[in-house]
């Protein structure tokens, strides 16, 4: 069946320091990935996607990178900031089910010490 | 400023009874969601859909229902039928299904007494 997941429940990093957050999916017909952040207590915010087309996509302060050969997914944050804790979860979708439907992985929370 | 809206933030219900969950978006998107989240875990599609008049059961339906009159507004039932409903609801909405970027809400949280 699906799944997808996050190999760390918890990361803890300095601030300042870069932070990266890994994803595990095994539909390879997954084309499209999404990172999305949750604050305590409000819904999913969008960080970044990428596309099964691509292995390596950036934003601000933000790369997403895709490993289909692994099926693994990574967003690296540059920079750590205090502003930057919340839970982080992938997300998936595949082509066939053309319904918008999203798959998330169980999330993983980032702690940035000051 | 365009969004979506969800009502109540905090629910307190007693075993048996329905509650309606409400949600609002003024963005003109076609597709809306509904998505529950337990703690420590990821979010689990409930029902979800893709046009006005149109809704389809996600991967966790029961003891749930929606309606979808309205372009802009997309409410969940939590009958009584539903076994553990005490959970953080998530709505959310995309221009359309084939888009992949969802935008969520801020949650509304469902405690049974």
């Known amino acids: 069946g699906e799944s997808v997941g996050l190999h760390l429940p918890t990361l803890s990093v300095q601030e300042g320091d870069n932070s990266i957050i890994n994803c595990a999916y095994s539909?390879?017909?997954?084309?499209?990935f999404i990172w999305y952040k949750q604050e305590s207590g409000k819904g999913p915010q969008f960080i970044i996607d990428?596309?099964?087309?691509?292995d390596k996509r950036q934003g601000q302060r933000v790369t997403v990178l895709l490993n289909k050969t692994v099926k693994h997914l990574s967003l690296q944050i540059a920079a750590t900031q205090p502003g930057d804790s919340a839970v982080y979860f992938c997300?998936?979708?595949?082509?066939?089910?053309?319904?918008?439907?999203?798959?998330f992985g169980q999330g993983t929370t980032l702690q940035v010490k000051p | 400023d365009g969004g979506i809206t969800q009502s109540p933030k905090y629910l307190f219900r007693k075993e048996g009874q329905n509650v309606t969950l409400s949600c609002e978006q003024n963005?003109?998107?076609?597709?809306m969601y509904w998505y529950r989240q337990d703690p420590g875990q990821g979010l689990r599609l409930i029902y979800y859909?893709?046009?006005?008049?149109?809704?389809q059961k996600g991967d966790i339906a029961e003891g749930y229902s929606v309606s979808r009159e309205k372009k802009e507004s997309f409410p969940l039932t939590v009958t009584s039928a539903q076994k553990n409903p005490t959970a953080f609801y998530l709505c959310?909405?995309?221009?359309?299904?084939?888009?992949?970027?969802?935008?969520f809400g801020e949650g509304s949280r469902l405690t049974v007494l």
């Open positions: 539909n390879s017909a997954s084309d499209y």
């Open positions: 859909s893709q046009i006005v008049n149109d809704f």
């Open positions: 963005l003109n998107h076609d597709a």
């Open positions: 959310a909405s995309s221009i359309s299904a084939n888009t992949g970027e969802l935008f």
């Open positions: 997300a998936e979708k595949t082509r066939v089910t053309n319904t918008g439907k999203l798959i």
């Open positions: 990428i596309r099964s087309n691509m």
